[in-house]
């Protein structure tokens, strides 16, 4: 499982989601693998490859004190595996793609999410998207965006 070769996706390496700002060891539990695998195969590389450009991820997996020392809730999805945040950088040819931007061809590629969240330049223009396995329950199809002013509101595309 830790060769060198193996990958959580096609476009996607197990690193990307150890990443994480805060300087503390974030290393991927086993648990935590099959989540991610799940969101990459259902959303992640889909949506990579729709976009044809690289896809960026900012925190992924988040162990316990990763998310306390990011001020993550509590029922945070990302020390599951099952979150990731992300955004779409600028090419040689293309400027960045905006969070709404992203959030449209998610939406317009009809890819599964229980949430989905368009963050505001200001909030760090990066989207949070949320998925799990039909053995969890439904998905809420959760769709938000928490604008400059800072709060977050219910989105209706
Ligand atoms: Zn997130």
Redesign the pocket.
Known sequence: MNSPIDKPGQHFEWWEFEVTSTGLPNALPAAARPHIRYLVFHLLDPLREALGRPVVIT?GYRSPAVNRAVKGSPT?R?PLGK???FWVPPTRRQPALTSFEVARRILDLGLPFDQL?AYAPKRGGHN?VGLHGPDVGPLRRDIRVAPDEGGMRKWTP
């Open positions: 925190s945070s990302h979150a990731a945040d969240i949070h």
